[in-house]
C-alpha cells in the first residue's frame, strides 16, 4: 500500500543519509590522522633539518672568521660562537632522530652522524690551529681535510632534506588521492539517493 511505500522510502533515504554521513566522518578521520603524520614525520623534521643546514653554515662563517681574527678577544669570540653552532646542531640532531619512523631516513641520518664524528675532530684542530696563529696548516687544513669533511656533512644535511621533502610530497599526493575517493563515493551515493 501507499503508506508502506511511503516508509519505505523514507527509511531508503534515511539509510542513504547515514551511510553519506558516515562516509564523511571516516574520511576526515583519516585525514586529520594523515595530516598529524605529514606535521610529525615530515614538517618537524623538515625545520629540523632546515636548522641544522643554517646552524652549519654559520659555523663554518665563524670558522672562517676565527682564522682572519686579529686579536684573542675576537678569536675566543668566534670559538665560542662556533661551539654555540656545534651545540645546536647536536640538540637539533637529537630532535630529529626523534622523528625518524623508516628505515630509509634512519639510513641517511645514520650517514650525517658519521659525517659528523668525522668533521668535529678535524675542526677541533683547525681551531687550535688557527688559535695559536698557524695559519699554513690552518689554511691546509681548511682546504684539505676540512673541506672534504664540511663536503660529505652538507651532503648528509642535502640527503636528509631531500628525503624527507619527497616523503612529504608523496604523503601530501596520498592525501589528495584519498580526498578524492571519499568525495566520489559521497558524490555517487547522494546521487543514488536523489534518482
Known amino acids: 500500500k501507499i503508506g508502506v511505500k511511503l516508509v519505505s522510502s523514507f527509511i531508503f533515504v534515511a539509510l542513504i543519509g547515514a551511510f553519506i554521513g558516515y562516509e564523511g566522518m571516516t574520511s576526515l578521520k583519516e585525514a586529520d590522522d594523515s595530516d598529524t603524520i605529514l606535521y610529525e ?18 659555523m663554518r662563517c665563524n670558522a672562517a672568521e676565527l682564522f682572519i681574527s686579529k ?25 630529529l632522530e626523534k622523528t625518524i619512523a623508516t628505515d630509509d631516513v634512519r639510513k641517511v ?44 656533512e652538507q651532503a648528509a644535511i642535502t640527503a636528509i632534506d631531500e628525503l624527507i621533502s619527497k616523503r612529504a610530497k608523496d604523503r601530501s599526493e596520498e592525501n589528495t588521492v584519498a580526498a578524492n575517493a571519499a568525495s566520489n563515493t559521497m558524490l555517487i551515493v547522494t546521487i543514488v539517493g536523489a534518482l
Open 71 to 95: 686579536t684573542e678577544k675576537e678569536k675566543a669570540d668566534f670559538e665560542k660562537r662556533i661551539a654555540d653552532r656545534r651545540a645546536d646542531i647536536e640538540k637539533l640532531s637529537a630532535e
Open 41 to 58: 614525520r615530515n614538517l618537524v623534521p623538515l625545520g629540523a633539518i632546515s636548522e641544522i643546514s643554517t646552524a652549519f653554515q654559520r
Open 109 to 152: 641520518y645514520d650517514e650525517f652522524v658519521a659525517s659528523r664524528k668525522e668533521f668535529g675532530p678535524i675542526m677541533e684542530r683547525y681551531i687550535e690551529f688557527a688559535n695559536a696563529g698557524r695559519s699554513v696548516e690552518a689554511l691546509a687544513l681548511w682546504k684539505g681535510e676540512l673541506e672534504k669533511g664540511r663536503t660529505r
